[in-house]
Every structure is written in structure tokens, then in C-alpha cells.
């Protein structure tokens, strides 16, 4: 007999099973919905790669990954479509997890190179590329050569590899740190790897490619560069693209290398004068139109950015403190820059101005078989957030701008983008130290203007030029060096007339300090003579910056490298063989009377000796000269032993020191040097005849001058100065300076 039917079965079975249904159907419907994004917090999952490799900075701006507003500016936005070869791709699909890394292509593809070196062509560089990173392997400019031989194989590099047992490639990608769904950051190597190239060159010069795979080759991102040299401009651009190839949002954050080490030049005269510069904007409490980029708060010498104990450079205490915003990068030496800026429209109203997607800047070092390593700048990307592949928002834009060429503050902002930008910052004319405060780049501008006007319209030879140049400015300053040297030739004329009065006084009351300065001073108000004579050194004082920033010019204006003297006479006259061929060749340069073409021998304090120099000869032998005119007349009865030791040494530094340091001086500058010497020669010798002719050093008339001027009288106080007229700046300066001595003596003598 049949068993009954289990009715409750019957209906727990089909309940259990649309249970399960269900259960699935929810969670497929679930899965469809987006996840939210990680934080993208550090990983110690490192890529392999050149130098030091990239470490994420423990900060909040990188423990979240914000997507950016597609309308940022500079190339950082994201959004727009991807190129047909990216939307002709299906979305991918890889399993949570998954390990990523860069597919490997074949080595052996050499990449397409650009530009020529062809002198005066169409091109001002030529960039060949490396596999490594799909950056630079060389940077060589078309009209720049190490010598003036220019010959073909002696163009200057101003970007270049270095390899050593690890390797730095210039704008090269490093490392992409990418963020999956529900995963911690991971490190994609883009450098380099032992099993073939990572970068894939294109049929387009230089365009390259790179796709980031998962554990079973299924594509997740691609990475293109696309170089593009401009004609008749050291600039490139750099159009730079990651795309999100799979169905699933995905935080990214690149990390590249930026401009590298310049070769140092000379090791001689001036030493390392390679810099390391930013440009920035000020917070917008201080310019609300955002539209100024300065520069002049970061002019760091290398040596010094190699010394700091932090590795990152930007942003830095004084950027953090005064809130200032990130617009270029870059490295000089002497003559020549490597920048990195934003791609900006220059005839936008309002351009940003901001470099938005670099985040940091931080100091990476390539040890080297010698004590000097290479530095090089890494750039580090804000974190963008990629929307799944055919959605907006699912590509990042990292382009940027890449300068490298002379420092040409002209030519640099006849280009509207650099212009705009202030590139024209990275020229700085000044030699640091203790006289880098004072040496004004306004007054640096305005001489370097002369000294093209000079040279265009005028002597069409940069040596008259400077000669002119110096003749000017000397001409402008003659008042206040007359001015100057009267008050000290008066000032020495009493001081030498009272020497054996003040001398007895020393001798009687040697014993007794204080009342020997009584009598001293005593004796100097019956004479006549009042200490502020001596501020006659005060014009020159205040003279200084102008040479200062004379000399700065001559010493890196780029225009005189290469340049030879007086049109070139002795190239013309001398055989090309012969060693006297380069004498005066190269106002960069010593001045090369007898060149031997290497180093003979390497002098402490003066550095390697490759030729025999006579403009620091002349220059000795017009310094001697100009002790004779210049030097105020000294008594020996009013001279200690050690001021009389003091002063010999000093005119020995001058005749003997200064020339031997100015051995391996480019001859611009010794030329320089000779020419202001001997018109300073020439000018005194002037100033002495017109104080002879006055009368001007006459004992009697100085005190009658100075009795008139405190009975309050209009009285000639200098040649030029008539009964009635007003009196000078300098000599009301002294005025009111012996004004005060007075009141002092007077409060002393009530005390007493």
C-alpha cells in the first residue's frame, strides 16, 4: 500500500529552492553596484626602479584618493574620450585581488627619434628616447657646442642618462601606484625590467605605450606618451594619458622623473653654479588674480639641496607657511636650464597657472664611482580616481610642458606659454654669498639691456661692448665718485698736516686712555677735523651693487659664451693648429694666450691649468697703477705699526692676490676688470688736477669752509657748490653727521 503523500515536504522543498534563488538573484544584483573607492594609504609593495625608488609620503592629501574636477586646469582634469584604440576595447573583468604589473614586450625596438642638429635648421634640438620609462636619453641642442670648435660631435647636452649599476633616465615614468576595489595600494613598476621592455615604442616619433595587466594578461590600464619638440624652440611637450581599461573604478597615482643633473662646466673659476629652482604663486591673500609667478624666494644652490636632511623638496616649510602654489620645476647650471611647467592656453583671460597635478617634489641620488652623485627631481602625481572604461571620467591627463635650452631670459619670454608662465625666472644673475643680497636683478636687467644695446646697434663685438658698457656706468657715477674722493683726499690732507700734534699727545698721555681722547679730540676741533670726513667712503659703498651686478652679468649672460674678442682678430691671423689660435676666443672663458688642450697641472683655490693667461698680468700690473692714484696720501706719524702692516698687505692682495684668483677668470670678466681699473686710473688722475686747480686740498681754506658753515654762513662747500645755492645730498649727510658728533661732545661735558 502506497505511503501518503508528505504534503509538508512538498512544500518546504520548493521554498527552500526560491529561497536560494532569490539569494542569488540579490547578490548578482548587488555586485552590479559601484563600490566605493579605498583609501589609498602606503604599501611597503615597492617597484623596482632607478635610484631611489618611490615611497608614497605619509599625508593626508595621500590617504585619500579624490577624484578631480574635470574642469581643473594644466592638463590635470580627467574626462574625455579615450582614443579608438581604448573604446574599441571591452571593459575587462580580473578577480578581487589581483596582482598587477606591466606586460613586457620584446626589447630590441629602438625609438624614433626627433628633431635634428643640423646649425641654424629648422629644429633647436635633437631628443632621442629610451625604452627605460619611455623617457629621455639625451637632450642635445643644434647651435650650443662644448667649444668653440664646434665640431659635430661636441653639441651641448643639456638632458641626459646616467647609468651606473642602477640608472636615471630624464622624464622617465617610474612607477604607477595603483588602488583596486576593496584592495590595498600596490606598486606598478613602469621603469624597467630584466625579462624585455615595458614601454612599446609607436610608428609615431616619440609616442609609446604601456598596458598594465592582471595575473592572467587580462588588461586593466594603458598608459601612452606622446613627445612633441617644438620648431625653432628648445620646448617640448609631453602629452602624458592613463586610461581605465576594465569595468571597475580604479584610483591611480603616477610617479615620473623630472629634469636631472646639468653638467657643471668649468670646475675653475666661480665653482658649481648649478641651481635647483621653483616658480610659484603667492597665496591668493596676496594676489587674488593668481596671474604672477615668482621665483625669487628658491635660488638653491645643489651643493645645498644635496645637504638638506629631508628628501622632499616641494612643498617645503617656507611654501607650507606662506601657502604658496606649485607652477614649474627646474635645474640650471651656469648657461643652461631643464624645466617642467603646465600646458597652458596663453591667450586664456585667466589661465591657471597652478602645475595641479603635482602633488610632490621630492630628491632622489644616483651614486656615482666619484664623490659627486647625480641629482635628479621626482615628480608625484595627486591621486586620480578613474571611473570603469566608457564612462566619463574613466582617463587622467598628466601632460606637461618641458624646457631645455640656454638661459636667454629674452628668448625665453618671446615664447607667450613661457612668458605667461615666468620661465623667465630660472635666469638669475648673481654669484651668491656674502654679496648675493645685495646684487639686484632690476639693476642686473637694466645693464644687460645696455650692454645688447651696445653690441646690436653699435660695436656688433661683445668685447667693445663691454668696454662701452663699463665706460658708461662709470660716467654715470663719476659725480658721486668725485664727490667721494675729494672728501677723502681733504680728509687725508688733515689727517697727515695733524700727525705730529696727535702724535705728542699719544706719547704724553699714554698712560691715561681716557684723557688722551679728550686732548685727541680736543686737538681735532682746533684743526678742524671732524671724523665724518671719512663717510667720503660712503658714495662707493653705495656704488657697489651696480658692479656687483656688472660683474653677475658678465659672468653668466650666455650671450658671451662662445663669443670671441674683438671680432675674432687672432682666429683670423693664427693657424687653427697653432696654440696661440684660442687666445681670446671665448669671453666665457680664460682668455687662452697659449692653450694646450688639457691640464697640466691642478693648483688649490685656482683648479686645473690648461693654458697660460696674461689679462690677470695686465690686471696686476693696472692694479699697481691704481694704488698710486687712488691710495689716500698716510703720514707714518699717524700710522700704528699695524695699520702701516695692515695697509701693505692689503695693496700686495691687490697687485698679488686678486690677479693670481682671477687666473682662470673668462676673459669677459678680466676685460672687465681692465677697463674700469684703468678709467679709474684716468678719473682720478682727473679729480687730483681739479682739486689742484680749486685749491680743493688747501689746509687754510678747509678751515675757513668749516668756521663759515658753523657761523651759518653760504659758503662753498665743494667745486660746483655756489654762495647761496643748496647744498647736496652727501654733504648735508655730513652735515647733520658732525651735527651730532657736537651734541655728543656737549652731553659728555655735562656729565663732567
Given at each position: 500500500?502506497?505511503?501518503?503523500?508528505?504534503?509538508?515536504?512538498?512544500?518546504?522543498v520548493?521554498?527552500?529552492?526560491?529561497?536560494?534563488?532569490?539569494?542569488?538573484?540579490?547578490?548578482?544584483?548587488?555586485?552590479?553596484?559601484?563600490?566605493?573607492?579605498?583609501?589609498?594609504?602606503?604599501?611597503?609593495?615597492?617597484?623596482?626602479?632607478?635610484?631611489?625608488?618611490?615611497?608614497?609620503?605619509?599625508?593626508?592629501?595621500?590617504?585619500?584618493?579624490?577624484?578631480p574636477?574635470?574642469a581643473?586646469?594644466?592638463?590635470?582634469?580627467?574626462?574625455?574620450?579615450?582614443p579608438?584604440?581604448?573604446?574599441?576595447?571591452?571593459?575587462?573583468?580580473?578577480?578581487?585581488?589581483?596582482k598587477?604589473?606591466?606586460?613586457?614586450?620584446?626589447?630590441?625596438?629602438?625609438?624614433?627619434?626627433?628633431?635634428?642638429?643640423?646649425p641654424?635648421?629648422?629644429?633647436?634640438a635633437?631628443?632621442?628616447?629610451?625604452?627605460?620609462?619611455?623617457?629621455?636619453?639625451?637632450?642635445?641642442?643644434?647651435?650650443?657646442?662644448?667649444?668653440i670648435?664646434?665640431?659635430?660631435?661636441?653639441?651641448t647636452?643639456v638632458?641626459?642618462e646616467?647609468?651606473?649599476?642602477k640608472?636615471?633616465?630624464?622624464?622617465?615614468?617610474?612607477?604607477?601606484?595603483v588602488t583596486?576595489?576593496g584592495?590595498?595600494?600596490?606598486?606598478?613598476?613602469?621603469?624597467?625590467?630584466?625579462a624585455?621592455?615595458?614601454?612599446?615604442?609607436?610608428?609615431?616619433?616619440?609616442?609609446?605605450?604601456?598596458?598594465?595587466?592582471?595575473?592572467?594578461?587580462?588588461?586593466?590600464?594603458?598608459?601612452e606618451r606622446?613627445?612633441?619638440?617644438?620648431?625653432?624652440?628648445?620646448?617640448?611637450?609631453?602629452?602624458?594619458k592613463?586610461?581605465?581599461?576594465s569595468g571597475?573604478?580604479i584610483?591611480v597615482?603616477?610617479?615620473?622623473?623630472?629634469?636631472?643633473?646639468?653638467?657643471?662646466g668649468?670646475?675653475?673659476?666661480?665653482?658649481?653654479?648649478?641651481?635647483?629652482?621653483?616658480?610659484?604663486?603667492?597665496?591668493?591673500?596676496?594676489?587674488?588674480s593668481?596671474?604672477n609667478?615668482?621665483?625669487?624666494?628658491?635660488?638653491?644652490?645643489?651643493?645645498s639641496?644635496l645637504?638638506?636632511?629631508?628628501?622632499?623638496?616641494?612643498?617645503?616649510?617656507?611654501?607650507?607657511?606662506?601657502?604658496?602654489?606649485l607652477?614649474?620645476?627646474?635645474?640650471?647650471?651656469?648657461?643652461?636650464?631643464?624645466?617642467?611647467?603646465p600646458?597652458?592656453?596663453?591667450?586664456?583671460?585667466?589661465?591657471?597657472?597652478?602645475?595641479?597635478?603635482?602633488?610632490?617634489?621630492t630628491?632622489v641620488?644616483?651614486?656615482?664611482?666619484?664623490?659627486?652623485?647625480i641629482?635628479?627631481?621626482?615628480?608625484?602625481?595627486?591621486p586620480?580616481?578613474?571611473?570603469?572604461?566608457?564612462?566619463?571620467?574613466?582617463?587622467?591627463?598628466?601632460?606637461?610642458?618641458?624646457?631645455?635650452?640656454?638661459?636667454n631670459?629674452?628668448?625665453?619670454?618671446?615664447?607667450?606659454?613661457?612668458s605667461?608662465?615666468?620661465?623667465g625666472?630660472?635666469?638669475?644673475?648673481?654669484?651668491?654669498?656674502?654679496?648675493?643680497?645685495?646684487?639686484f636683478?632690476?639693476?642686473?636687467?637694466?645693464?644687460?639691456?645696455?650692454?645688447?644695446?651696445?653690441?646690436?646697434?653699435?660695436?656688433?663685438?661683445?668685447?667693445?661692448?663691454i668696454i662701452?658698457?663699463?665706460?658708461c656706468?662709470?660716467t654715470?657715477?663719476?659725480p658721486?665718485?668725485?664727490?667721494?674722493?675729494?672728501?677723502?683726499?681733504?680728509?687725508?690732507?688733515?689727517?697727515?698736516a695733524?700727525?705730529?700734534?696727535?702724535?705728542?699727545?699719544?706719547?704724553?698721555y699714554?698712560?691715561d686712555?681716557v684723557?688722551?681722547?679728550?686732548?685727541v679730540r680736543?686737538?681735532?676741533?682746533?684743526?678742524?677735523?671732524?671724523?665724518?670726513?671719512?663717510?667720503?667712503?660712503?658714495?662707493?659703498?653705495?656704488?657697489?651693487?651696480?658692479?656687483?651686478a656688472?660683474?653677475?652679468?658678465?659672468?653668466f649672460?650666455v650671450?658671451?659664451?662662445?663669443?670671441?674678442?674683438f671680432?675674432?682678430v687672432?682666429?683670423?691671423?693664427?693657424?687653427?693648429?697653432?696654440?696661440?689660435?684660442?687666445?681670446?676666443?671665448?669671453?666665457?672663458?680664460?682668455?687662452?694666450?697659449?692653450?694646450?688642450?688639457?691640464a697640466?697641472?691642478?693648483?688649490?683655490?685656482?683648479?686645473?691649468i690648461t693654458s697660460?693667461?696674461?689679462?690677470?698680468?695686465?690686471?696686476?700690473?693696472?692694479?699697481?697703477?691704481?694704488?698710486?692714484?687712488?691710495?689716500?696720501?698716510?703720514?707714518?706719524?699717524?700710522?700704528?705699526p699695524?695699520?702701516?702692516?695692515?695697509?701693505?698687505?692689503?695693496?700686495?692682495?691687490?697687485?698679488?692676490?686678486?690677479?693670481?684668483?682671477?687666473?682662470?677668470?673668462?676673459?669677459g670678466l678680466?676685460?672687465?676688470?681692465?677697463?674700469?681699473?684703468?678709467?679709474?686710473?684716468?678719473?682720478?688722475?682727473?679729480i687730483?688736477?681739479h682739486?689742484?686747480?680749486?685749491?680743493?686740498?688747501?689746509?687754510?681754506?678747509?678751515?675757513?669752509?668749516?668756521?663759515?658753515?658753523r657761523?651759518?654762513?653760504?659758503q662753498?662747500?665743494?667745486?660746483?657748490?655756489?654762495?647761496?645755492?643748496?647744498e647736496?645730498?652727501?654733504?648735508?649727510?655730513?652735515?647733520l653727521?658732525?651735527?651730532?658728533?657736537?651734541?655728543?661732545?656737549?652731553q659728555?661735558?655735562?656729565?663732567?
Amino acid at each position: 500500500m502506497p505511503k501518503p503523500p508528505n504534503t509538508a515536504l512538498r512544500l518546504a522543498v520548493p521554498l527552500f529552492i526560491l529561497s536560494i534563488g532569490l539569494g542569488i538573484a540579490f547578490l548578482a544584483l548587488k555586485g552590479t553596484q559601484t563600490p566605493p573607492i579605498p583609501a589609498a594609504t602606503p604599501n611597503s609593495s615597492q617597484p623596482a626602479g632607478p635610484g631611489v625608488t618611490p615611497t608614497p609620503p605619509a599625508s593626508p592629501a595621500a590617504a585619500t584618493a579624490p577624484s578631480p574636477s574635470p574642469a581643473a586646469a594644466n592638463g590635470a582634469q580627467t574626462g574625455g574620450p579615450p582614443p579608438a584604440g581604448a573604446q574599441s576595447q571591452q571593459a575587462s573583468e580580473f578577480a578581487p585581488g589581483a596582482k598587477l604589473h606591466a606586460r613586457v614586450q620584446p626589447a630590441g625596438t629602438t625609438p624614433v627619434e626627433l628633431g635634428d642638429l643640423t646649425p641654424k635648421g629648422p629644429f633647436e634640438a635633437k631628443v632621442t628616447f629610451s625604452t627605460a620609462g619611455a623617457g629621455i636619453r639625451q637632450i642635445a641642442l643644434a647651435n650650443h657646442f662644448d667649444s668653440i670648435e664646434e665640431k659635430p660631435d661636441q653639441h651641448t647636452i643639456v638632458q641626459q642618462e646616467h647609468v651606473t649599476d642602477k640608472a636615471v633616465t630624464p622624464m622617465a615614468a617610474l612607477a604607477l601606484e595603483v588602488t583596486l576595489p576593496g584592495d590595498q595600494p600596490q606598486f606598478v613598476n613602469l621603469y624597467a625590467d630584466s625579462a624585455g621592455d615595458l614601454w612599446r615604442p609607436l610608428e609615431t616619433p616619440g609616442a609609446f605605450e604601456a598596458v598594465i595587466v592582471d595575473d592572467h594578461d587580462t588588461p586593466v590600464l594603458r598608459l601612452e606618451r606622446l613627445y612633441t619638440l617644438a620648431s625653432k624652440e628648445p620646448t617640448l611637450e609631453l602629452s602624458q594619458k592613463i586610461f581605465n581599461l576594465s569595468g571597475t573604478p580604479i584610483s591611480v597615482r603616477l610617479y615620473q622623473t623630472g629634469p636631472v643633473d646639468l653638467d657643471m662646466g668649468s670646475a675653475g673659476y666661480g665653482g658649481d653654479k648649478r641651481r635647483v629652482r621653483f616658480g610659484y604663486l603667492l597665496s591668493p591673500a596676496f594676489d587674488p588674480s593668481q596671474s604672477n609667478v615668482v621665483s625669487s624666494d628658491f635660488v638653491d644652490y645643489r651643493s645645498s639641496v644635496l645637504k638638506q636632511p629631508k628628501d622632499e623638496l616641494w612643498p617645503n616649510d617656507i611654501s607650507t607657511k606662506n601657502s604658496y602654489a606649485l607652477s614649474w620645476l627646474g635645474m640650471t647650471n651656469r648657461y643652461f636650464g631643464a624645466a617642467c611647467y603646465p600646458l597652458i592656453d596663453p591667450k586664456a583671460a585667466n589661465p591657471d597657472l597652478k602645475f595641479n597635478w603635482v602633488q610632490h617634489v621630492t630628491r632622489v641620488t644616483l651614486a656615482t664611482t666619484g664623490p659627486d652623485p647625480i641629482l635628479s627631481m621626482r615628480l608625484e602625481s595627486t591621486p586620480f580616481a578613474l571611473a570603469p572604461s566608457g564612462r566619463p571620467n574613466d582617463s587622467a591627463n598628466l601632460s606637461m610642458g618641458i624646457f631645455a635650452g640656454p638661459l636667454n631670459r629674452g628668448d625665453i619670454n618671446n615664447d607667450a606659454m613661457l612668458s605667461k608662465l615666468g620661465l623667465g625666472g630660472l635666469v638669475v644673475y648673481s654669484l651668491g654669498g656674502p654679496c648675493g643680497f645685495c646684487t639686484f636683478q632690476p639693476v642686473t636687467r637694466l645693464l644687460l639691456g645696455t650692454l645688447h644695446v651696445l653690441h646690436d646697434y653699435l660695436t656688433r663685438d661683445w668685447s667693445l661692448a663691454i668696454i662701452l658698457l663699463v665706460a658708461c656706468v662709470r660716467t654715470c657715477l663719476h659725480p658721486v665718485t668725485r664727490w667721494s674722493q675729494i672728501r677723502m683726499a681733504r680728509f687725508g690732507k688733515q689727517m697727515q698736516a695733524m700727525g705730529p700734534k696727535q702724535k705728542i699727545i699719544q706719547e704724553k698721555y699714554k698712560d691715561d686712555p681716557v684723557r688722551m681722547q679728550q686732548e685727541v679730540r680736543k686737538l681735532w676741533s682746533e684743526e678742524g677735523i671732524s671724523p665724518t670726513g671719512a663717510l667720503g667712503c660712503l658714495p662707493g659703498l653705495l656704488q657697489s651693487p651696480i658692479w656687483y651686478a656688472c660683474y653677475a652679468v658678465l659672468f653668466f649672460a650666455v650671450e658671451l659664451r662662445h663669443q670671441p674678442a674683438f671680432f675674432g682678430v687672432f682666429q683670423s691671423v693664427f693657424p687653427h693648429n697653432s696654440l696661440v689660435w684660442h687666445f681670446l676666443g671665448d669671453l666665457a672663458e680664460p682668455d687662452r694666450f697659449l692653450y694646450f688642450g688639457h691640464a697640466i697641472v691642478h693648483l688649490p683655490l685656482l683648479g686645473e691649468i690648461t693654458s697660460i693667461n696674461i689679462l690677470p698680468l695686465v690686471l696686476g700690473v693696472v692694479f699697481f697703477m691704481q694704488q698710486k692714484y687712488l691710495a689716500p696720501p698716510q703720514s707714518a706719524s699717524t700710522m700704528t705699526p699695524e695699520q702701516e702692516f695692515q695697509m701693505k698687505l692689503t695693496k700686495g692682495m691687490m697687485v698679488i692676490g686678486f690677479p693670481l684668483m682671477m687666473y682662470n677668470a673668462p676673459s669677459g670678466l678680466a676685460l672687465y676688470f681692465v677697463t674700469n681699473s684703468t678709467l679709474g686710473i684716468l678719473e682720478s688722475r682727473y679729480i687730483r688736477s681739479h682739486m689742484d686747480k680749486h685749491g680743493l686740498l688747501d689746509l687754510d681754506k678747509i678751515r675757513a669752509e668749516r668756521n663759515a658753515r658753523r657761523a651759518g654762513k653760504a659758503q662753498r662747500v665743494g667745486p660746483g657748490v655756489k654762495p647761496g645755492q643748496e647744498e647736496g645730498f652727501f654733504a648735508r649727510l655730513q652735515r647733520l653727521a658732525e651735527e651730532k658728533q657736537r651734541e655728543a661732545a656737549r652731553q659728555q661735558a655735562r656729565k663732567k
